[in-house]
């Protein structure tokens, strides 16, 4: 451990605030959703305790969504941590994944598999009447939605090709697109020999390959995961375009290879500013956290080390402070950094795992 890391830890000296929910427990099957005041350290068990997973605070900061065990599969729970109320959704099937936030906080989006067969489509739940759609009309084969804050960057790429503008046109022409949302999700496309996990744009009644229209040829690589801006006008994604795991930014001037390196690059993060994205790479041996400047791609470490392991970063509101997971004493905790990696301080040291760390909105 560097003298730098120990003197962080000693002093305190990050000195961030705000609170931050996370998993914790000793198994999966007792995970539970926990908040952690940044500030005092002070922890609130929040969740199920029943392999709760994949948090997300909601728009306002007032709930967080999550997925927990149910009777029969894995449903999605949303949680008010100020009055203690912690419902859950009712469920079309089984099993539901990763649910993401509507830029108004009214709906909640997801991945579900049906019972007798997979069915991995979307849905979206509506939190105002409580009824769940499945997305996408009839296309399958889509996992890991995200809705797009605006519709801006669509309009933008439009093609010249009319099916495919009528396709990606569609926010612009259909009046119930622009007041139900868009989303984008990662699905497999194409037809054998040439299929592969494309981006999908997804309506409540379409799903539309995203890059073929933009590129041709992209059926010859893997897309894994998307992610927009915070104001819609920008949108990372993994893809093996190059030869191994990169991060590429798709916007208004056309598509980059921000990370460009021969180590694997993953789990890219916007920074509040839309200026930055925080990402885990492989590229001095150990998995470690990295960040790059999308108008230069200029790439800087953070939380890296050749013995120990760093990851799951996410962004404190005002974009100087990153919360990750790090192994380096031992069961996986949660630690914070400067965004320039200068001074770390350790945040949670229980004996068993901490993960999956997310920072509460500030909307003051």
Same mark, same amino acid.
């Given at each position: ?46 969740? &199920? ?5 994949? /948090? +997300? !605070? =909601? *728009?306002? #900061?007032?709930?967080? @969504? $999550?997925? %927990? ?22 469920? &079309? ?5 990763? /649910? +993401? !936030? =509507? *830029?108004? #906080?009214?709906?909640? @989006? $997801?991945? %579900? ?30 996992? +890991? ?220």
């Amino acid at each position: 451990m560097s003298s730098l890391l120990v003197i962080a830890l000693a002093c305190g000296i990050v000195g961030q605030t705000g609170t931050i929910a996370y998993i914790a427990g000793e198994s999966q099957e007792s995970y539970r959703l926990t908040l952690i005041d940044a500030a005092t350290g002070e922890t609130t068990p929040v969740g &199920q305790g029943d392999r709760d997973a994949y /948090p +997300r !605070w =909601s *728009p306002d #900061g007032t709930h967080i @969504a $999550y997925q %927990s065990k149910q009777p029969e599969g894995t449903g999605i729970r949303v949680a008010c941590p100020d009055s203690g109320e912690d419902k859950a959704l009712a469920h &079309q099937f089984s099993w539901n994944y990763e /649910p +993401r !936030w =509507s *830029p108004d #906080g009214r709906k909640l @989006a $997801y991945s %579900s598999d049906g019972d007798m067969a997979p069915l991995q489509a979307i849905l979206v739940y509506d939190l105002d009447t409580d009824t769940e759609t499945i997305w996408g009309g009839t296309h399958r084969g889509l996992i +890991r939605p995200v809705w797009l804050p605006t519709t801006d960057l669509m309009k933008a790429l439009d093609p010249d090709d009319q099916a495919a503008a009528e396709a990606l046109g569609l926010m612009e022409l259909s009046a119930e697109a622009e007041e139900r949302g868009v989303l984008l999700a990662v699905g497999v496309g194409g037809a054998p020999p040439n299929m592969a996990a494309d981006i999908y744009i997804v309506t409540p009644t379409l799903a539309v390959p995203l890059l073929p229209f933009l590129m041709p040829d992209s059926y010859r690589y893997v897309e894994w995961c998307v992610e927009p801006d915070n104001d819609g006008r920008q949108i990372a994604y993994e893809s093996n375009d190059g030869g191994d795991r990169e991060l590429f930014v798709l916007g208004r001037r056309g598509i980059t290879n921000v990370s460009n390196h021969p180590a694997a690059d993953w789990n890219p993060v916007w920074a509040p500013d839309n200026n930055w994205i925080a990402f885990e790479s492989f590229r001095q041996g150990r998995r470690g956290i990295y960040r790059v400047l999308i108008s230069t791609a200029n790439v800087f470490p953070v939380a890296v080390d050749a013995y120990y392991d760093c990851w799951a970063p996410d962004w404190s509101p005002d974009g100087e402070h990153l919360v990750f997971v790090s192994d380096r004493t031992g069961a996986p905790q949660l630690f914070i950094a400067d965004k320039e990696g200068k001074t770390q301080q350790q945040l949670t040291k229980d004996a068993f795992p901490a993960l999956a760390p997310t920072w509460r909105p500030d909307t003051n």
